[in-house]
């Protein structure tokens, strides 16, 4: 990451909020998604902010990963939504830098696991039309690498 978004990023709290779910954020009804994704809308609860540190340290690796989401953050903590804006789009076009993804073609029996304390996820709504079946397993206790050989 830039060395000046580590200076902005440091020690601060970035604000959440439950966009779209809630009232201030909900999109227009006419363009609300439907069909293959089902989502709670007009909740007010919603749109209450909590503060999250902007920057989390992986409880095992050690290592600092971004916690701002481009969809539910609004703004950064002792900072306007029109003053983190640009800082917000800034992190987001870094995140999403080729070189940072992972996209795969799912075929049957296609079994993904990840680490989800340091993963942005994206969902590619296109598989409107087909059956889409996950399971998610959550593991507790400290993972181990097991290196075949």
């Given at each position: 990451m830039p060395a000046d978004l580590r200076v902005v990023l440091?020690?601060?709290d970035a604000v959440h909020?439950?966009?779209p779910h809630g009232l201030k954020w909900a999109p227009p009804m006419e363009t609300r998604m439907t069909g293959a994704i089902k989502i709670i809308r007009d909740d007010p609860k919603a749109d209450e902010k909590r503060f999250h540190p902007a920057v989390l340290v992986h409880p095992v690796t050690g290592r600092r990963s971004i916690y701002v989401n481009p969809i539910y953050v609004t703004q950064l903590d002792c900072m306007?939504?029109?003053e983190s804006r640009p800082i917000l789009d800034r992190l987001r076009a870094h995140?999403?830098?080729p070189e940072f993804f992972c996209r795969f073609?799912?075929?049957a029996g296609t079994i993904a696991v990840w680490d989800n304390y340091s993963t942005?996820?994206?969902a590619v709504n296109?598989?409107?039309?087909?059956?889409?079946?996950?399971y998610r397993a959550t593991?507790?206790?400290r993972p181990i690498a097991v290196w075949p050989g």
């Open positions: 440091d020690g601060r909020v439950g966009k306007t939504e029109d995140c999403i830098r073609r799912w075929t942005l996820h994206y296109d598989y409107a039309g087909f059956r889409r079946l996950m593991f507790s206790g």
